[in-house]
């Protein structure tokens, strides 16, 4: 929580949608005025707090935490907006400027960058609102996420000069600087996750960046001992079918939980930074209340 902008990335499917959710949650009941970004025209978070909103729209969600959805094209027809005025957004409309943003290598995730850089500044450049004092970006899983931070520091080796080189350090600038940006990978308790978590840690340091936080999501509960399991395997020698079933599935979770934690302390032996870990919740689906729950455990 001490970074003015935080990244949440990890392997897909590990929750990382929902782990950036319940840390906005959390810094906002701390206290700070906080904005949860979603890319790729993505709207969950407004939906999940049934509110409405339109792509750009910065939707409050509760007293202190907005949420906005970033579409790439729309964000570039807002700089242009912004910078040259009616006749940026004469520009912006024609076909051949639309079909150039979006097939020149890099250009989407150079506006999508562009947009955060702008939402995070401590004095909104754009002029559309309040500052924020926490930005966290939903960002896209591991390989994603890796090229869209990488892509100010090219294109500003491309441009060299100019405007476009101008705009690229200085979002670059931003991204390194580990006092305003942090990085937090979601990561579950299976190998594949693990190791991708790994390759991101080292994907970063590979361009002077390093991880704030690793968050191990959906750990279960480990509601036995291994003492406990045999003296309950040995008792169902002569039970009834459905108590030997009920073992059975004690066993199994009882391994589960082992493999886990074991996951979990390989982790925090390999990883170079703090390993949080957030229980399963048992819930057909994710509502605020249980946002609330896994915000808890950022406090």
Wanted: aromatic letters at 6%; a neutral charge.
């Amino acid at each position: 929580m001490r970074h003015q902008l935080t990244f949440v990335t990890g392997k897909g499917g590990a929750g990382k949608s929902t782990v950036a959710a319940a840390l906005a949650i959390a810094t906002t009941d701390s206290g700070l005025r906080t904005l949860l970004v979603e890319l790729a025209g993505a709207n969950r978070a407004a939906r999940l707090f049934g509110r409405g909103g339109e792509a750009l729209e910065e939707v409050e969600l509760q007293p202190g935490l907005f949420a906005i959805s970033v579409d790439p094209q729309l964000a570039m027809g807002e700089y242009l907006r912004i910078r040259m005025g009616a006749a940026g957004r004469a520009l912006g409309s024609t076909k051949l400027f639309r079909t150039l943003s979006t097939t020149t290598p890099g250009m989407r995730e150079m506006q999508t960058m562009a947009k955060i850089w702008e939402l995070a500044h401590p004095q909104r450049p754009a002029g559309g609102g309040l500052a924020y004092d926490v930005v966290i970006v939903d960002a896209p899983s591991t390989g994603h996420a890796i090229g869209l931070l990488r892509t100010p520091r090219t294109f500003a080796k491309l441009a060299r000069v100019g405007p476009v080189a101008d705009g690229a350090r200085m979002i670059a600038t931003m991204v390194a600087d580990p006092a305003f940006t942090g990085f937090v990978a979601v990561t579950t308790a299976e190998e594949m996750a693990v190791n991708e978590t790994l390759f991101l840690r080292d994907a970063l340091a590979a361009d002077g960046l390093r991880l704030s936080k690793i968050v191990l999501n959906r750990l279960h509960p480990d509601r036995f001992t291994t003492e406990e399991v045999l003296a309950l395997e040995a008792a169902a020698a002569d039970a009834s079918r459905g108590f030997q079933g009920a073992v059975r599935a004690a066993a199994l979770e009882h391994r589960r939980a082992g493999i886990e934690r074991a996951a979990l302390e390989r982790l925090g032996k390999q990883a170079e930074a703090s390993v949080l870990a957030l229980p399963f919740i048992f819930a057909d689906e994710l509502g605020e209340g249980e946002l609330r729950t896994l915000a808890e455990a950022f406090s």
